[in-house]
Structure formats: structure tokens, C-alpha cells
């Protein structure tokens, strides 16, 4: 049986079809409109007609950057898109004449990564996407954890530091203003600003504005700064894990997002950090922190999964 699996981030529409074992048979990629709510919808509907074309397609699954109601339905608000309360299942379903469900996006990258990628066979999952900021994504019993109104599971924004740094969500000293690229950013920028002469590589390689792969590409080079911004984000999340662990003790955590990529630079860190920092560690087995395996289409299968099982 096939589904189709829509991924909608903030810049891309992503899509595919996914047959029963998480395989994609056929995807498609187009731009997202991100402040017109009507194309998103209309994108959709294109991509699903491109892909179910000669195709026994059954249902469509789509992950959205948002808060995704408990009736999986209505979206109600999206820190990137221009939705408000948007009725998207019953848009798309309107215009595509396929059950469609809608799901948080970090939940629909849960669920791939827990039935077909890092998690197989695992049935406590703590699924962690480290990108812009943390998405976050829960799978408890072998079933994925929406909370009471769809609106669980945003573990970037539980607020570490008291008036800590401004939040995109409104908020102050949320997780994610610690441990996420975007933080790794900001600290390796701070550094450098404050003492340059630690940040030369670092300096060199950016000629002007810092980002992400400079930060690494520098610390891969031994660039003191930049080495310091990873030890942070490690230790950050190593301590995040740590809390997570005390309130949900899950068997695993998986670490997915772009700055996953570079986890040679603070997988290890994270791991004692998180092991240091653990209640009761020395009477209970360690969660084993793993690599997301699916990389950018965990999203598309797991959409297409949980239609399956709509
Ligand atoms: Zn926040």
C-alpha cells in the first residue's frame, strides 16, 4: 500500500510517495510560499497529483512547520509560515479527494526516525531535529505523543535560563537559545567579537558575517573559538537530556537537524555531559544517544506513515 508523505518547511515543500516498509518510491521538490497560506495549500494539492499520478496512492500524510491541533487538522499558529488558525486538512483534502491527516512536522520526523531509521525497535523515543532551533518529537509506547490539544513535545522551548535570550516564540532563556545551530551561531560570533585573536580561523574563512559551516569548518581546523561554541552547544544539550530523562526516562534519544551533520564535534561532549548530569545514574541504564538516520526525508516518511495509520 502507498501513501504520500508531504514535508512543509519554511523555505521547501517536500514530497514523496512511501510504500509499507518507509521506502520513498518517487518524491518531488518545490518552493514554499511561505506567506501566502492559500498556495501552500494549492502546492500541496500539485505535488500530490504529480506524484499520485498512475499511482494506487491511499492517503496523504503532511508535516507542517506549526502547531498542529489535537483533531490534526487546523494549524494554529506557525513561528515561519503565515498561518492563523488555518483549516489545512480540510483545504487539501478538498482540493486532492484523499484522507488527509496533518501533523507537526519535528513529530512527523519522530515518527520516521522511531519506525524506520534510528529508533527501530525501540518503543521510548526522544527525537531531537537541531536546525534553526530544536524541534522536538516523542514516541512513548510504541505510539507518538501529541499531548492534550496536538501542542506536546516543543522541547526547544522549555526555558533553561531564567531571562535568558529572547525567543522566537515570545519567551526568554528557552532551551533552544542554547543547543541549537542557531545558538552555535551565536556563540562562536560572541567569541570572536570578544576575542578575536581565539577566532582567527574562524575569522578567515566567514571575511564577514559568521554562519554555521564556517563554525565548523573552523573548529574541524582546531579554531579555538569555534571549538568552544560546540563545547557549549554539547554541554547544553547534554544537560537538556538530562532533564528529559528525569521527567520521561526513554530508552533512546535521537539527534537529527543540519548540525547533526557535524556531530563528530559534540556527540562525545553531549554523551558525558548527559551521563554527569543524569539523576539517580548510577542505579539505571543509560539512554543511548543516537544519530537520526533518514536525514531530510525522516519528515516525508513519517508523514506518509502516520496517514497509514490514520
Ligand atoms: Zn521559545
Known sequence: MLTIGVDIGGTKVAAGVVDDQGQIVAHTLRPTA?????VVAQTVAEVVGELSAGRDVEAVGVGAAGFVDETRSI???APNLAWREEPLQKKIAG????PVVIENDANAMAWGETRFGAGRGQSHVVCLTLGTGIGGGLVFDGRLYRGRW???AELGHMQVVRDGRLCGCGNRGCWEQYASGNALVKAAREIAEVQPERARILLGLSGGTIEGEEVTEAARQGDTASLAA???LAEWLGQGMADLAAILDPGCFIIGGGVSRAADLFIDRAREEFARRLTGREHRPLAEIRLAELGASAGVVGAADLARQR
Open 230 to 232: 560546540f563545547a557549549e
Open 75 to 77: 494549524v494554529r499558529f
Open 95 to 98: 482540493l486532492v479527494g484523499l
Open 34 to 38: 511561505a506567506d501566502r497560506p492559500d
Open 150 to 152: 496536538g501542542m506536546g
